[in-house]
């Protein structure tokens, strides 16, 4: 790795520095009342590498490959594995916020718990490395680790309150999350099956050459965009894959269900946003008829199961599908 490398992924390692430091706090603080506010004053190390990244890609001329720059020319790095353009900043940003937010909203509510603060911290910071890392991801494989680097922690802090519900909920979310990793896998290695490549940008020129009458104009292409998808339609907790949501959001602790309902979901849209529209551009016609038809049916199934709901939370949850 280069030092340009050092200085793209700056706002990345801060993230996790800032998750390990407050482990390390933990173990040496008496006064654990202190950790969230310590939590809250490390985000200003990521905040502050991404608002100087900002300036420094200056005016970009695309939102989604922004490479158009003042002195940072070329925002890919590790052989084009993650591009800090733009759109990842605006995303590390959101990120940031909400953390920042279920951060404050939590000081109260781990008052209550005798230990394992410092963890509880430090899995949110996990959790939105992961997030932030998603929306630079422009390499299947770094999609991959990066989605899975915001899941496990997710679903450890599901399960934080260790209540009969608590745990049931991080159960599921840990199974059905695995599912849905296993189906985006699937779908992947067919993909590179037949682009013979895991960048985006190489798959875009793949797929632009494919030819025939089905859609996609290949099986292979056909069936791997399809799991694909199906797997971030888990993560997104779109119709007919939400079935994990109302009992998440039931029995996971309030901060961490807030924390899924906003930064999860936006990172999510973020790697689908990149991947169909860097790597699957060409064939928009296709996938965005199933999108459209995902979209359409979240919206009813989630509002109409949504009034019957006379439990609150589960109500937001299927609100939310």
Request: zero cysteines.
């Given at each position: 790795?280069?030092?340009?490398?050092?200085?793209?992924?700056?706002?990345?390692?801060?993230?996790?520095?800032?998750?390990?430091?407050?482990?390390?706090?933990?173990?040496?603080?008496?006064?654990?009342?202190?950790?969230?506010?310590?939590?809250?004053?490390?985000?200003?190390?990521?905040?502050?590498?991404?608002?100087?990244?900002?300036?420094?890609?200056?005016?970009?001329?695309?939102?989604?490959?922004?490479?158009?720059?003042?002195?940072?020319?070329?925002?890919?790095?590790?052989?084009?594995?993650?591009?800090?353009?733009?759109?990842?900043?605006?995303?590390?940003?959101?990120?940031?916020?909400?953390?920042?937010?279920?951060?404050?909203?939590?000081?109260?509510?781990?008052?209550?718990?005798?230990?394992?603060?410092?963890?509880?911290?430090?899995?949110?910071?996990?959790?939105?490395?992961?997030?932030?890392?998603?929306?630079?991801?422009?390499?299947?494989?770094?999609?991959?680790?990066?989605?899975?680097?915001?899941?496990?922690?997710?679903?450890?802090?599901?399960?934080?309150?260790?209540?009969?519900?608590?745990?049931?909920?991080?159960?599921?979310?840990?199974?059905?999350?695995?599912?849905?990793?296993?189906?985006?896998?699937?779908?992947?290695?067919?993909?590179?099956?037949?682009?013979?490549?895991?960048?985006?940008?190489?798959?875009?020129i793949a797929v632009g050459q494919?030819?025939?009458?089905?859609?996609?104009?290949?099986?292979?292409?056909?069936?791997?965009?399809?799991?694909?998808?199906?797997?971030?339609?888990?993560?997104?907790?779109?119709?007919?894959?939400?079935?994990?949501?109302?009992?998440?959001y039931e029995g996971g602790p309030?901060?961490v269900v807030g924390f899924l309902?906003?930064?999860?979901?936006?990172?999510?849209?973020?790697?689908?946003?990149?991947?169909?529209?860097?790597?699957?551009?060409?064939?928009?016609?296709?996938?965005?008829?199933?999108?459209?038809?995902?979209?359409?049916?979240?919206?009813?199934?989630?509002?109409?199961?949504?009034?019957?709901?006379?439990?609150?939370?589960?109500?937001?949850?299927?609100?939310?599908?």
């Amino acid at each position: 790795m280069t030092v340009h490398d050092f200085y793209v992924l700056s706002p990345y390692l801060a993230m996790a520095g800032a998750a390990l430091l407050i482990i390390l706090l933990d173990l040496a603080l008496p006064k654990k009342s202190l950790l969230p506010y310590l939590t809250f004053a490390a985000l200003t190390g990521p905040l502050v590498m991404s608002v100087i990244q900002v300036y420094d890609l200056g005016s970009a001329t695309s939102l989604i490959q922004g490479s158009d720059a003042v002195s940072n020319e070329d925002p890919s790095i590790l052989l084009g594995a993650l591009s800090v353009d733009r759109f990842a900043l605006f995303f590390n940003f959101l990120v940031i916020g909400s953390v920042a937010l279920v951060v404050l909203a939590s000081a109260d509510y781990v008052r209550n718990m005798e230990r394992f603060q410092g963890e509880y911290f430090a899995l949110i910071l996990f959790a939105a490395t992961g997030m932030m890392l998603l929306a630079a991801a422009t390499e299947l494989i770094t999609i991959y680790v990066s989605l899975e680097l915001t899941t496990l922690p997710m679903a450890a802090l599901t399960a934080f309150l260790m209540t009969r519900r608590s745990s049931e909920a991080g159960m599921k979310f840990l199974i059905i999350g695995a599912v849905s990793s296993a189906l985006m896998l699937y779908g992947m290695a067919l993909v590179f099956g037949f682009t013979g490549s895991t960048q985006l940008a190489e798959i875009s020129i793949a797929v632009g050459q494919a030819t025939g009458d089905i859609p996609f104009g290949n099986y292979a292409l056909f069936v791997g965009i399809i799991l694909m998808i199906a797997g971030f339609g888990f993560k997104l907790s779109a119709a007919p894959f939400q079935m994990w949501v109302p009992d998440v959001y039931e029995g996971g602790p309030t901060p961490v269900v807030g924390f899924l309902s906003v930064a999860s979901k936006a990172a999510a849209f973020a790697v689908v946003i990149r991947v169909f529209f860097t790597g699957f551009f060409d064939v928009a016609l296709d996938w965005g008829i199933l999108i459209a038809g995902i979209a359409a049916a979240s919206m009813v199934i989630g509002n109409l199961v949504a009034i019957r709901q006379s439990n609150i939370r589960r109500l937001f949850g299927y609100s939310t599908i």
